[in-house]
C-alpha cells in the first residue's frame, strides 16, 4: 500500500466539531477525509447543497481532500429495502441527494448499504428492491460523475447483503455497471470469516470501490493495533489483488469518542508502518 491510499473518517469525531475534526487530521498528517454525512459535522437534511458548497471551501482551505461520501443510513427511515413503498422513495430521494453532495464536493464515490427485510416476510421481495433502488440511485450518480460503493453490514444492521458472495449476487442483479460497485469493511467480513481474499474472488479486484479498514475482536470497529485481526495479512491481500483504492479508517467505537486522536494516530501510524 502507498501512503496516498490512507483516508481518516470523521466517525470518531461524533462528538466534537467538524473544525476540530479537520484539524486533527492536519496535525496527524493525513490528506485526505471520508465524510460520514451525520451531524454534528454535515446532514443533508439540515445543511443543504448550500451546506456542501460552504464544506467544499472549508475543505480547500484545510487542503483535504475526500475519498467517500457515507450518508448516515444503518437506521429508520432509510432503507432502500423496505417493504414499504413510501419508505423506499424516501430512502431513493434521499441518496439522490447525497449524489448531489458528492459530486459539489468533487468525491467519487458514495455508501450505500442494502437495506434489510422483515424477518417474518420475504427477504427475495425486499432484495428486488435494494437492487431497484441501487439501479435508480446508481443512474443518478453516473450521469453526476459518482460511483456507488455497496457495502455488506451483519445481519443486526442491514440485512440483504452480509457477506462477499452477496455483494456478486447484488452486483450481478444490478447488471455490474461501472457505476455500481462493491467494497469492503474488514471488521464486519471477519464476523462472517472472511478477508479481503474472499471479495476479490467473488466479484473482482476492479470491482471493489472502497475499503473500510479497521480492527475487531472481530466486531468492535476498533483502532488498529487494539484488536485481533490480521490487518498486516489483509493488507498484504490488497496489495496482491493489485487494489490501489483507499484505505479508509472507520473507527467507530464509544471507547475513542471524547479523545479520538490517539486512536486515529495509531491507526495511521499502523498504515504507515505497512506502507511501501
Known sequence: ?????????????????????????KRIGVRTIELWGATPHFHVDDDGLAGAEALKRTLREYDLGISCVTPEQVMYPINIGAASREERARSVAFFRRYVDVASILE????????????????????????????????????????????ETLTREGYDLSVRAADIRRT????????????????????????????????????NIEHVHFVDGMPGG???????????????EELDQAGYTGYISLEVMNAKYYYDPEPAILQSVEFLRGHAG
Open 171 to 206: 452486483l450481478d442483479a444490478v447488471g455490474n455497471p461501472e457505476w455500481v460497485r462493491g467494497m469492503i469493511d474488514v471488521d464486519e467480513s471477519a464476523r462472517f470469516g472472511e478477508s479481503p481474499k474472499d471479495f476479490v474472488e467473488a466479484i473482482g479486484a476492479k
Open 1 to 25: 500500500m502507498r501512503l496516498e491510499q490512507i483516508s481518516v473518517g470523521n466517525y470518531t469525531y461524533m462528538y466534537h466539531s467538524l473544525k476540530y475534526f479537520l484539524e486533527s487530521v
Open 221 to 235: 470497529h476498533l483502532a488498529l493495533g487494539d484488536g485481533v485481526l490480521p490487518l498486516g495479512r489483509y493488507i
Open 107 to 150: 468525491c467519487p464515490r458514495m455508501l450505500v448499504t442494502s437495506g434489510r427485510h422483515n424477518i417474518d416476510e420475504s427477504a427475495e421481495d425486499c432484495f428486488r428492491y435494494s437492487v431497484d433502488a441501487l439501479i435508480d440511485i446508481g443512474h443518478y450518480a453516473r450521469q453526476r460523475g459518482v460511483r456507488i460503493a455497496h
